[in-house]
T-cell receptor, first 113, second 115 residues
């Protein structure tokens, strides 16, 4: 069965500092992994995905994520955080046959000036 | 191109009443998904349409929930009768029938409050 864990409910970081939002997964078969972001009163916006290929995936707004098969992790990173990055971040894994997504509980990122 | 739209954005109803949520996917997207997030918990899958057919409805919580997608365009999700535990944010997502595109595009959600 597929599942995703986001071990941190909240991450706080100062503007300009690097940020990491953690995600671990459990899948049967090849992992198709995603990060989504939700700003207040908005829907989920796609940030990036890992399907195959390079372990370091680059996405929107300067975000990137590193796929680590041995640690079954897909942590979201950004070298220099902005206050505008403050939002709710969701990690998800796609069922390889049915297409449905399995989400983590979400991590609230707060970037303070 | 227009994104996924959902209506209404908010709905407050009393226990026992009926509510119908609507989702308009991105034009041309064959796949339509419904998800729900109960306060503070993970977003959970409800069901998946491919065009007008239900591909996977294993996430539907019980028979008080009825989803339709007439003509393979917009979809409705009816809750009848609503219970307190149905409160949450209902998201709709769509994706094209293209194996090169795995991401799903989400609407803004409908916040349902059952009192």
């Amino acid at each position: 069965a597929q599942s995703v864990a986001q071990p941190e409910d909240q991450v706080n970081v100062a503007e300009g500092n690097p940020l990491t939002v953690k995600c671990t997964y459990s899948v049967s078969g090849n992992p198709y992994l995603f990060w989504y972001v939700q700003y207040p009163n908005r829907g989920l916006q796609f940030l990036l995905k890992y399907i195959t290929g390079d372990n370091l995936v680059k996405g929107s707004y300067g975000f990137e994520a590193e796929f680590n098969k041995s640690q079954t992790s897909f942590h979201l990173k950004k070298p220099s955080a902005l206050v505008s990055d403050s939002a709710l971040y969701f990690c998800a894994v796609r069922d390889s046959t049915l297409g449905r997504l399995y989400f983590g509980r979400g991590t609230q990122l707060t970037v303070w000036p | 191109e227009a994104g996924v739209t959902q209506f209404p954005s908010h709905s407050v109803i009393e226990k026992g009443q009926t509510v119908t949520l609507r989702c308009d996917p991105i034009s041309g997207h064959d796949n339509l998904y419904w998800y729900r997030r109960v306060m503070g918990k993970e977003i959970k899958f409800l069901l998946h349409f491919v065009k007008e057919s239900k591909q996977d409805e294993s996430g539907m919580p019980n028979n008080r929930f009825l989803a339709e997608r007439t003509g393979g365009t917009y979809s409705t999700l009816k809750v009848q009768p609503a219970e307190l535990e149905d409160s949450g944010v209902y998201f709709c997502a769509s994706s094209p029938n293209n194996r090169a595109t795995y991401e799903q595009y989400f609407g803004p959600g409908t916040r349902l409050t059952v009192t």
